[in-house]
Every structure is written in C-alpha cells, then in structure tokens.
C-alpha cells in the first residue's frame, strides 16, 4: 500500500483533477465488467466535486455505479443537513444514478433509534471491497464522523458506529469505521484551504505516517493498495 500527495495549484483545478482521475478509475472498472463501488462524502470541496462530475460525466455509464456515504448526520430525511440529499441533488439524480444502486442511509423518521441505524446501514455494505473512498476532512483533522479526541472503541469497531456526542451539531450521526473504510481499493483524501493546513500538516508530517489516528482521525481509512491525498497549494502549505 502506497500513500501519496497530490497537490494542485489551486480549489478549481483540484476539484477538476480529482473529477478526471475518478471518472478514469471508473470507467475502467467498468471495462473491466463489473460495476463500481464507491463510497461519497460530506463537505464543501466534495460538493464542489460532485457538481463537477455532473457537468462532465465522462466515459461512465453513471446509471451503472453502486454508491454509499462514509457518514451521514442523523436527522429527517428530508432535512437539508443530509450528505446524500446534496449529493442527490448536486450528482446523482443529474446522471442517472439507479435508485437500487444507492444505499441511502436511515434517517430519524425511520423510527430507530441511532445504534440500530448504525446496525441497519452496516446490512447495506457489501461482501466486497469498495473501489474508491472519497473523504474530506475537517479542519481539526475529522473524517467523516470520527472526530479526534474519540474512543479507540470507535475506531476499532467492524463496520460501522453510531456517534451521539458530535461536537458538530447534529450530534447524532451514522459513520463507517476506520476498518470499513479501509477495506477499500483506493482511498482518496480531499482538502483545500489554508483552514486544512495544520491538519495536513499534522497528518501527513510523521515519517511513515504514525501519526495517532485518535488525534488525527483522518489518517486512520487506507486504501488496500493507494491512499492519496489530493491537496491545493494552500492545503499543502505546511508540507
């Protein structure tokens, strides 16, 4: 397993790479005979990609990828505060994507309460590995739910968690593990602006990455065989 960094000149022309390799990865997936699992993101650099995506969809065949969400804020399901309610409207319902293919997750008026959610997402996961894990990252290091400063129990756990103390409101959220993440072929990490760049740096500073995953919850999730962390130059300013 590799990790690299890739660090573009600017938020645009990240957004714009980011776009081209995953719609590159996926094609090729698909040419393969199989259809692509990858897991979405929260934030608004992973918005910024969606829409991207949408306006140039490339050689993908959209209404043939499986999709999840790394995490997802426990509330309404109509609430705008939902991950896959912007990445249906900004991606998903613009391409084609094949409602039997996206694995939306609980919401409240599901009527569970947050554990059994967490439970019921994790039936939704597949056997195999995911082909690509989009993140983003938080500006104190979080991806996804996983937040620093949380129990090694989080981190350690199979599947998937349910978070009820979110120092970000809501704080009752649905998140896959660290573990389940990782059972990924790629993970890519995305973060832009100077706001990122401490936790960047932070990330990304120890020689072989042994960085403390409870500090910096970002670093935990690594692709089976690449995890990169596609940066802007202000991101990567402390690097």
């Known amino acids: 397993m590799t990790i690299s960094v890739e660090v573009s000149a600017d938020a645009a022309t990240l957004v714009g790479d980011?776009?081209?390799?995953?719609?590159?990865?996926?094609?090729?997936?698909?040419?393969?005979?199989?259809?692509?699992?990858?897991?979405?993101?929260?934030?608004?650099?992973?918005?910024?990609?969606?829409?991207?995506?949408?306006?140039?969809p490339g050689a993908v065949d959209w209404s043939r990828v499986e999709f999840w969400w790394g995490d997802e804020r426990y509330v309404e399901s109509w609430s705008a505060e939902r991950n896959c309610l912007a990445a249906s409207r900004d991606l998903l319902g613009v391409v084609g994507a094949a409602a039997e293919l996206v694995h939306v997750p609980p919401a409240t008026d599901s009527g569970q309460p947050v554990q059994d959610a967490a439970a019921t997402y994790a039936q939704e996961f597949p056997a195999e590995d995911f082909d690509v894990v989009l993140l983003g990252m938080g500006p104190d290091g979080h991806t996804c739910s996983l937040f620093p400063g949380r129990s090694d129990d989080v981190l350690s756990a199979r599947d998937a968690v349910a978070v009820v103390d979110s120092p970000k409101p809501p704080a009752l959220?649905?998140?896959?593990?660290?573990?389940?993440?990782?059972?990924?072929?790629?993970?890519?990490?995305?973060a832009s602006g100077s706001a990122k760049a401490a936790a960047v740096g932070s990330a990304l500073a120890a020689p072989g990455g042994t960085v403390d995953p409870v500090e910096v919850p970002a670093v935990a999730p690594r692709g089976r065989e690449a995890t990169v962390w596609w940066l802007d130059q202000d991101a990567a300013a402390l690097l």
Do not use: K, N, Y
């Not at 090729?28 to 934030?43: E, H, K, T």
């Not at 959220?173 to 995305?190: D, E, G, I, N, Q």
């Open 18 to 56: 980011v776009a081209r390799a995953l719609t590159s990865r996926l094609a090729a997936v698909q040419a393969s005979g199989r259809v692509p699992r990858v897991v979405l993101a929260g934030g608004s650099i992973i918005e910024e990609l969606h829409r991207a995506l949408a306006a140039s």
């Open 173 to 190: 959220r649905l998140s896959m593990t660290p573990a389940r993440l990782s059972r990924s072929t790629v993970v890519w990490l995305v």
